[in-house]
Nanobody, 122 residues
């Protein structure tokens, strides 16, 4: 059974840093693109970042410079480092995978995690 399990969410203050993790199980994801999406209350789910198996990453333009995605293929784990967080970063953050980074960025996802809540207080 394939599973993506996120962790690391919580309540933080504006300006803090937070690192989310997503560990995959059930098969190896080392050749897949892995990414993060988020969904704020009352809003649609939106793309955050994606990383190819090679380590090449891309980001939603508004988040460049504050968020960093990385992966450890040996651990089947992808990370999202969030720096200088803002109240508008409050959302449920979802991990996702797809063989193609382009497809994943456009919302075509093979597997989703269950999500982890990030709440940023002002």
């Amino acid at each position: 059974q394939v599973q993506l399990v996120e962790s690391g969410g919580g309540l933080v203050q504006a300006g803090d840093s937070l690192r989310l993790s997503c560990t995959a199980s059930g098969r190896t994801f080392s050749m897949d693109a892995m990414g993060w999406f988020r969904q704020a209350p009352g809003k649609e789910r939106e793309f955050v970042a994606v990383i190819r198996w090679s380590g090449i990453a891309s980001y939603a333009d508004p988040l460049k410079g504050r968020f960093t995605i990385s992966r450890d293929n040996a651990k089947n784990t992808v990370y999202l480092q969030m720096n200088s967080v803002k109240p508008e970063d409050t959302a449920v953050y979802y991990c996702a995978s797809h063989p193609s980074s382009t497809q994943l960025r456009n919302g075509f996802v093979d597997y989703w995690g269950q999500g982890t809540q990030v709440t940023v207080s002002s």
